[in-house]
């Protein structure tokens, strides 16, 4: 079994700075892409940003600048530092990883609520 487990997320004002965290942990044999994504009711979810296992990163438009990936390939974890937020920002935010574990395939954490309001 694979699990991956987010933390971080909360309630922060327009211009303030969170940073998520995602660690994934059971039978894993390797990671391969690892990432975010958000959703906000009646939409689909949408991606945020990925980061591959050799460190290349991909950013939505509407975070280039603002939000940074990072994860740690020995400790199996993935980060979002996330900075300059605005209300759109708000969403849940889920953690997504290619795994291969007993088999290779894709896996998603619980979600962790993120609010950007004054």
């Known amino acids: 079994q694979v699990q991956l487990v987010e933390s971080g997320g909360g309630l922060v004002q327009p211009g303030g700075s969170l940073r998520l965290s995602c660690a994934a942990s059971?039978?894993?044999?390797?990671?391969?892409?690892m990432g975010w994504y958000r959703q906000t009711p009646g939409k689909q979810r949408e991606l945020v940003a990925t980061?591959?296992?050799?460190?290349?990163?991909n950013y939505a438009d509407s975070v280039k600048g603002r939000f940074t990936i990072s994860r740690d390939n020995a400790k199996n974890t993935v980060s979002l530092q996330m900075n300059s937020l605005k209300p759109d920002d708000t969403a849940v935010y889920y953690c997504?990883?290619?795994?291969?574990?007993?088999?290779?395939?894709?896996?998603w954490g619980q979600g962790t609520q993120v609010t950007v309001s004054s």
């Open positions: 997504n990883a290619e795994i291969h574990s007993t088999y290779r395939g894709s896996y």
């Open positions: 059971g039978n894993i044999v390797s990671i391969y892409v």
């Open positions: 980061i591959t296992s050799g460190g290349s990163t």
